[in-house]
C-alpha cells in the first residue's frame, strides 16, 4: 500500500522491483510449461492437473495458445519494462544524476499505479470463461479483432492491460527525460553522466516516440473488437469490407522493433558502466560510445518493416528496409568492441555484476550475430517464422537484458537496501543463467535452422520436422535447469533481507554519485547537500589521485586536496568542458 | 526418415531450382559469423585472463590509435559481414524472388490461388479453359500438385485471419492477408511429395493447418488436371457461394 501511494522515487522504484520479479516467475512457470509441451507433447505436466482436470494436466491447444501469447506480453511489459525501466530506472536516475527526487515524484507515483492496475487485468484475464488472451503478443487482427476467433473476456482484458502498461511506460518516460534534462546536480554535464543514465534516458526517448504508436495500434483494435469499427478488418469473411489489416502489422512493428531497444539500450549502459568499474578503468571511447547509443536509438524506428520482408510488401520497401537494418549494426559493433577494449589493459575484478556484465556481453553479442541473417530479404525467408527468430530475439532481448537487469540489482542492492546479497549464491546464479541460456537459446536457434515453425503446440504434426524431438527435448531440460536455477537468487533474496550483511557505504569501491553522496539506503531527499560535480563517472586508476589519496577511485564530487585550492579561474581550462 | 531430413543442423531438404543460392548464402554467413563470435568471445576471454587483476589498469579511455582501431575494425566486419549478406541477398531478390520476368515470361507457368481459411489451404487451377472463375475451375483442400521444372505463379489471400504460407523445402514464405491478393513463385526442380505450412499463428488448430505439396511429372500433371477440371465441371454448382472466392488472376506486381 505504501508504494501505492509514496512519491518517493526509491520506493517507487522498489515496487516496480517486486511487481516485476513476481511477472518475472509467472513468464518464466508459463515458459517451462511451453517447453514441456515441446519436448512431451500432449502427457500430463506433473502437477498441473487441478488447473486443467478435463484433460488430466495434459495442454490443450487452448491451454496453449493462452501460454505463449501470455508469456511473451507479460515478459516484455510486465517483467522486463518493469525490472530495467521501472525499478533500475526509478531508482538509480535521480541518484546517478544527483538529483533529490524525479522531476515530476508524483507522476512516478502514477505511472506505477496505472502498471500495477494493468498488471491486475492480466492477472484477472487468467481466470475468466474461455481463458485468457490467445492471439499471439502481437495480436494480430483479424484474430485479435474479432469475437469469432478470439471468443471471451480475457482478450479484452489483457489488451487493455497493454494499454495501461503503455500509459505507464509514457509517463514514466516523460519523467525521466525531464529528470535528465532538468535536475542534474551542478557540473553534472552530458559527458559526466554514466553510460547506465545514458542508455535509460535513449530508452525514455523512444519511448515518448513510440509507445503511443502501440497504444493506438492496441486502441484500435480494441475498437473493433469491443465497438464494432473495422480498422484491422478488410475482407474478412465475418465482415466484409473495411479496413487493413496490414496497416496493424505496420504500426504493431514501428513500435515492436524499437521496443528490442527499448529493452536493451538501459541493459547496454550498464554493461558499458560495470566493464569500467571492474576493469579500473574509464571506458573506452566514452563519446563513441555514447554517439553509438544515440545512433541505434535514432535508427531504430527505421528499421521496423524488416519483420514485414514476408507479408507481401512492395520491393522497393524492401531492399530500403534490408539497407537500414543492416546499417544498423554498424554503431552495435563500435558499441560492443568498446566494451572489448575497456577490458583490454584493465585490472579486472571479477565481481557479481561484473561477470553478469561479462555474461551480456556474450549472450547480446551471439543474439546480435544470429539476427543477421533475418536482416537481409533472401536468408530471412527460411528463417522467417522460426524458432531461429525466437533463439534470436531471446537472446538479446531475453538473455542479455536478463542478465543485465540481475547485473543491476547485484550492484544497486546494497544501495536499494543496505544490505549485500551473498556474493557465492549470486555468482552461482549468474554464471550457470547465463550458461543454460547459452544452451536453451542455442537449442532453438538450431530447431529453428532446421525449419521448426515457431508456436506450433504440436510441431511434430510435421513429418519434416519428427526428427527435432529430441533436440527439443534436451532444450526442454536445459530450460528447467535454467528456471531452477533461478530459486539460487529467491534463496538469496530471503535470506539477505532477514539476515544479510550490512553493506559498506562503496562497497565496489567506484565514483558515481549514489555511492560517494549518499547513504545506503539514502533518505527521502536522497542527499543532505546537492552534490557538486567535478569529474566524469569511471575516473579509476588515476595516477594523482592514488598518489594524493593512496587509491584507485575518487568520487565524482570529491575534490583532490589540492585541487580544492587550485580551482581558481586559470586552472579551469585544464578540466575541460565543465560543463 | 531418410538421412537428408534426419540432420539436426542442417535446412530442410531443398527441392526447388532456386533455393540453393540461399542455402549457400546462409551457409557463408554462419560461416562468417561463427569465425566472428570466436575472434571476438575469444578476446573477451582472452582480455579478462590476461588482466584479472592485474597490477596497474590504463588510466585513461583510449588514445586516438586506439579509437580509430575499433572504427576501422567496426567497419571492416561490417564491410565483408554485411556487406556479401547485403550483395548476395540482392541479387537473389532481384534475380529471383522479386522478379515476376521469369513466371510471366515462361510459356508454362502454372497459375495457382491459394485461399487460406482456418485451418486449411485451399488450392485453385484455371482448369481446361485456362481461365478462373468458370465452372471447370480445379479446387483442392490442402493437396497442392505442380509440375516439375517450370515456375508456379501463387497469388495468395485469405479469407479469415492473416495465415502465412510456407513451403519449407522450396525456401517459400509469403503472409495470406484478408482483403490482398499477394504473389510470389518457385519452380520444382524434383519429383516428390513435401509439405505446406503455416507460420503465422492463425488460432487454435494453427499446428494442424498442415497441408502437402506433390511434385508430378508434366505429364502426370496435366493428365490429373484434365480429370479433375472434367469432375469439377460435372459437379459445378452455381448456387455454392462458398466454392466461389477465386478472384479475376491479376497482374505481376
Ligand atoms: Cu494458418
Known amino acids: ?579 | 526418415m531418410d538421412a537428408a531430413s534426419g540432420r539436426t543442423l542442417a535446412l530442410p531438404e531443398d527441392a526447388s531450382a532456386h533455393g540453393h543460392r540461399i542455402d549457400a548464402l546462409l551457409a557463408t554467413n554462419h560461416r562468417l559469423e561463427g569465425l566472428l563470435a570466436l575472434v571476438v568471445l575469444g578476446w573477451l576471454a582472452l582480455a579478462v585472463w590476461r588482466f584479472h587483476k592485474a597490477r596497474r589498469a590504463a588510466a585513461d579511455g583510449g588514445t586516438r590509435r586506439s579509437r580509430t582501431l575499433v572504427l576501422a575494425l567496426a567497419l571492416v566486419t561490417f564491410g565483408v559481414v554485411d556487406g556479401t549478406l547485403f550483395v548476395r541477398s540482392l541479387g537473389y531478390v532481384d534475380e529471383v524472388l522479386w522478379n515476376f520476368e521469369v513466371p510471366v515470361k515462361h510459356p508454362d507457368t502454372v497459375r495457382l490461388e491459394v485461399n487460406a481459411r482456418q485451418w486449411t489451404w485451399e488450392a485453385r487451377y484455371a482448369g481446361e479453359d485456362g481461365r478462373f472463375g468458370t465452372a471447370d475451375d480445379v479446387v483442392t483442400w490442402s493437396d497442392v500438385r505442380v509440375p516439375v521444372g517450370v515456375p508456379v505463379w501463387v497469388q495468395l489471400s485469405s479469407t479469415d485471419v492473416v495465415h502465412g504460407l510456407a513451403l519449407p523445402n522450396f525456401r517459400v514464405k509469403l503472409d495470406a492477408v484478408p482483403g490482398r491478393v499477394n504473389q510470389t513463385w518457385f519452380q520444382a526442380a524434383r519429383e516428390g511429395t513435401w509439405e505446406v505450412a503455416c507460420y503465422q499463428h492463425c488460432g487454435t488448430s494453427h499446428y494442424k493447418m498442415r497441408g502437402t505439396l506433390t511434385v508430378m511429372a508434366p505429364e502426370a500433371y496435366r493428365a490429373w488436371l484434365r480429370e479433375a477440371s472434367r469432375q469439377a465441371t460435372r459437379a459445378y454448382d452455381a448456387a455454392d457461394s462458398a466454392a466461389h472466392w477465386g478472384w479475376a488472376w491479376k497482374e505481376a506486381p
Not at chain 1, 491447444?61 to 506480453?73: E, I, N, R, S
Request: hydrophobic share 50%; aromatic share 12%; net charge positive.
Open chain 1, 1 to 579: 500500500m505504501k508504494a501505492l501511494l509514496s512519491t518517493d522515487h526509491k520506493v517507487v522504484a522498489r515496487a516496480y522491483l517486486w511487481a516485476g520479479l513476481g511477472f518475472l516467475g509467472v513468464g518464466g512457470l508459463m515458459a517451462m510449461l511451453i517447453r514441456w509441451q515441446w519436448g512431451w507433447p500432449g502427457r500430463p505436466v506433473p502437477g498441473l492437473g487441478w488447473a486443467l482436470p478435463e484433460s488430466g494436466g495434459a495442454l490443450t491447444p487452448p491451454a496453449y495458445t493462452g501460454l505463449f501469447t501470455m508469456h511473451g506480453l507479460v515478459m516484455v511489459f510486465f517483467a522486463i519494462t518493469p525490472l530495467l525501466i521501472g525499478a533500475l530506472g526509478h531508482f538509480v536516475i535521480p541518484l546517478a544524476v544527483g538529483a533529490r527526487g524525479m522531476a515530476f515524484p508524483r507522476l512516478s507515483a502514477w505511472s506505477f499505479r496505472v502498471f500495477a492496475a494493468g498488471g491486475a487485468l492480466v492477472l484477472v484475464s487468467f481466470g475468466v470463461r474461455l481463458g485468457t488472451a490467445s492471439a499471439g503478443w502481437t495480436s494480430y487482427p483479424p484474430l485479435s479483432a474479432a469475437h469469432v476467433f478470439t471468443p471471451g473476456v480475457g482478450q479484452t482484458l489483457v489488451m487493455v492491460g497493454v494499454v495501461c502498461a503503455a500509459v505507464s511506460s509514457f509517463l514514466g518516460a516523460v519523467n525521466f527525460v525531464v529528470t535528465v534534462v532538468r535536475c542534474r546536480a551542478p557540473g553534472m554535464g552530458w559527458g559526466r553522466l554514466p553510460l547506465t543514465v545514458w542508455g535509460l534516458f535513449f530508452t525514455s526517448v523512444l519511448n515518448l516516440l513510440f509507445v503511443p504508436v502501440v497504444a493506438v495500434a492496441t486502441g484500435l483494435v480494441l475498437m473493433d473488437r469491443v465497438v464494432g469499427t473495422r480498422f484491422f478488418m478488410a475482407g474478412a469473411a465475418v465482415t466484409g469490407g473495411g479496413g487493413d489489416p496490414l496497416l496493424y502489422q505496420h504500426l504493431f512493428w514501428m513500435f515492436g522493433h524499437p521496443e528490442v531497444y527499448i529493452l536493451i539500450l538501459p541493459a547496454w549502459g550498464m554493461v558499458g558502466d560495470f566493464v569500467a568499474f571492474f576493469s579500473r578503468k574509464r571506458a573506452h571511447g566514452y563519446r563513441g560510445t555514447v554517439v553509438a547509443m544515440g545512433a541505434v536509438t535514432g535508427l531504430s524506428g527505421l528499421v521496423y518493416a524488416h519483420h514485414l520482408f514476408t507479408s507481401g510488401m512492395a520491393p522497393m520497401m524492401g531492399r530500403a528496409f534490408m539497407t537500414l537494418t543492416l546499417i544498423i549494426s554498424l554503431p552495435a559493433m563500435v558499441m560492443f568492441l568498446n566494451w572489448l577494449m575497456t577490458v583490454w589493459r584493465g585490472s579486472v575484478r571479477l565481481t557479481v555484476p561484473m561477470v553478469a556484465a561479462l555474461g551480456t556481453m556474450v549472450v547480446f553479442g551471439l543474439g546480435g550475430l544470429s539476427g543477421l541473417a533475418l536482416g537481409a530479404v533472401a536468408t530471412d525467408i527460411p528463417l522467417h517464422g522460426t524458432m531461429w527468430v525466437v533463439g534470436h530475439f531471446h537472446l538479446t532481448m531475453a538473455a542479455a537484458s536478463f542478465l543485465a537487469v540481475f547485473a543491476g540489482l547485484y550492484f544497486w542492492f546494497p544501495k536499494m537496501f543496505g544490505r549485500h546479497l551473498h556474493t557465492g549464491l549470486a555468482m552461482g546464479h549468474v554464471v550457470s543463467s547465463a550458461v543454460l541460456f547459452v544452451a536453451v537459446f542455442g537449442g532453438q536457434l538450431m530447431a529453428g535452422y532446421a525449419g521448426q515453425l515457431r508456436r506450433l503446440y504440436d510441431p511434430y504434426q510435421y513429418t519434416f520436422l519428427k526428427h527435432l524431438l529430441s533436440l527439443n527435448q534436451w532444450t526442454s531440460v536445459a530450460a528447467f535447469a535454467l528456471g531452477s536455477a533461478q530459486l539460487l537468487f529467491v534463496v538469496n533474496l530471503v535470506w539477505t533481507l532477514r539476515r544479510g550483511r550490512v553493506a559498506e557505504a562503496n562497497p565496489w569501491q567506484v565514483g558515481t554519485l549514489e555511492w560517494t553522496c549518499a547513504p545506503s539506503p539514502p533518505p527521502e531527499d536522497n542527499y543532505a547537500e546537492v552534490p557538486e560535480v567535478l569529474r566524469g563517472p569511471h575516473e579509476l586508476s588515476q595516477p594523482e589521485v592514488y598518489e594524493r589519496l593512496g587509491r584507485d577511485w575518487i568520487g565524482q564530487a570529491e575534490a583532490l586536496p589540492e585541487e580544492s585550492k587550485a580551482s581558481t579561474p586559470e586552472a579551469q581550462p585544464a578540466l575541460g568542458g565543465a560543463g
